[in-house]
């Protein structure tokens, strides 16, 4: 297998290439021969279809990452040596899978390995961002202060994604009753009415005739589209696992105005609590920027903080750096930047940064799940008029003319 990595050589300068290895052990090990210290390492290969389905059915409830990570850090806080820590959580877990995972890294921690890199050996338990904030806490020994922000970060997330969740059963229930319905009428029901409206030389509304034309194909064809639909969306999945894909994908999160507007400050949070953390803790800031970009799950991001790494070792200060990206960081970020290198304090302004941005993503989240379910509602109202008005008004063309 060809696995992609990024690492770092013993003079500090960020490698990034590929590896030839039977698995993704191996590659570790063949990397760390070549003393690089791997930042993050995926496969190369596309992971096919079926193995996605088969790790969705396998994955770790949110509900069970959200007590494993509280547990983690306060076990940390409390002092207590790592391996000890995780056999104790290896007896609290009660998720199979996050179990064995668990059980793994307890393994690897206890042979030699790093914890970033014995939790990065579990790609379908863990995401990119707790791995690298992980790798983060143990280059500043503040593994404590980083499982403890990690705990927050997920238990708000879980909130969050509940509140959605629950914001948006009714909606979609009424939604989806109505698909199936309005698939049913014009599908099987308008083709069979037409002929009574034809024979009686009633003239049918223009969106009658186009639901009865759509309703004679579906009839024939639905197959043959299901199928078509089913390729083109798999096609799609496999499309957006590519470099090309991710990347497309990530560009839209930052271009679309409504995604924008969640997805933006939370992406600033992130930024500025990983960079408050490191700075806290002792690491340069142009090193700083380069670790922060593989916490932030955005290949764009990645790459400009690379840039604004490279462009703080020319001598640029961290605030001009990240003006020159007004699109991805606002300009209350530089700003608050600046006052934190007048002052001196730049970790304490971006912790500040993180807490604004992510109280305003929370904002922009409960916002917009408010005008979700009204907007939804209405238009499922519409559309159920349209339908039914497309049988009631011819119908009552046809009565006028047998009166």
Request: no cysteine; charged share 20%; hydrophobic share 50%.
């Amino acid at each position: 297998m060809k696995f992609r990595y990024q690492a770092k050589t013993k003079e500090g300068e960020v490698q990034v290439g590929f590896v030839e290895a039977g698995t993704r052990d191996a590659a570790l090990n063949i990397l760390a021969s070549h003393e690089l210290f791997v930042l993050s390492i995926e496969t190369a290969e596309k992971i096919r279809w079926y193995d996605r389905l088969v790790n969705y059915f396998n994955r770790v409830r949110r509900e069970d990452m959200v007590v494993f990570t509280r547990q983690l850090a306060i076990l940390l806080e409390a002092r207590l040596p790592l391996t000890r820590t995780l056999q104790t959580l290896y007896g609290q877990t009660t998720n199979p899978t996050l179990k064995e995972a668990v059980f793994h890294i307890a393994e690897d921690v206890d042979s030699g390995l790093a914890f970033s890199q014995a939790i990065e050996r579990q790609p379908g338990v863990f995401s990119e961002f707790f791995i690298s904030m992980i790798r983060s806490g143990e280059v500043t020994g503040n593994l404590d202060q980083v499982t403890k922000f990690l705990a927050d970060h997920t238990e708000r997330d879980a909130v969050l994604i509940s509140k959605a969740k629950s914001a948006l059963v009714y909606p979609s229930v009424v939604l989806a009753l109505f698909v199936v319905v309005a698939f049913i009428m014009i599908t099987f029901v308008f083709p069979q009415i037409q002929p009574v409206f034809e024979q009686a030389e009633v003239e049918l509304p223009i969106f009658a005739k186009a639901l009865i034309v759509t309703g004679t194909f579906l009839g024939k064809w639905w197959p043959a589209l299901l199928l078509v639909l089913v390729v083109v969306a798999l096609m799609g999945l496999d499309y957006l696992e590519t470099p090309e894909g991710r990347a497309m994908k990530d560009d839209l999160k930052i271009r679309l105005p409504i995604v924008r507007r969640v997805y933006l400050p939370l992406t600033i949070a992130r930024f500025a609590n990983a960079g408050a953390m490191l700075i806290k803790g002792g690491v340069p800031v142009a090193q700083a920027m380069e670790i922060v970009g593989e916490t932030v799950d955005n290949v764009l991001y990645r790459d400009l903080l690379r840039q604004i790494s490279q462009d703080i070792r020319e001598g640029k200060p961290l605030s001009e750096a990240v003006s020159k990206y007004p699109n991805y960081f606002p300009q209350l970020v530089s700003q608050m930047v600046t006052v934190g290198e007048a002052t001196g304090q730049i970790d304490q302004i971006l912790l500040r940064v993180a807490t604004y941005y992510g109280r305003e993503a929370e904002s922009s989240v409960s916002n917009l799940l408010e005008l979700i379910q009204p907007v939804l509602m209405v238009l499922v109202g519409v559309l159920t008029g349209l339908l039914f008005a497309s049988i009631l008004l011819p119908l009552y063309k046809l009565t006028s003319l047998i009166r």
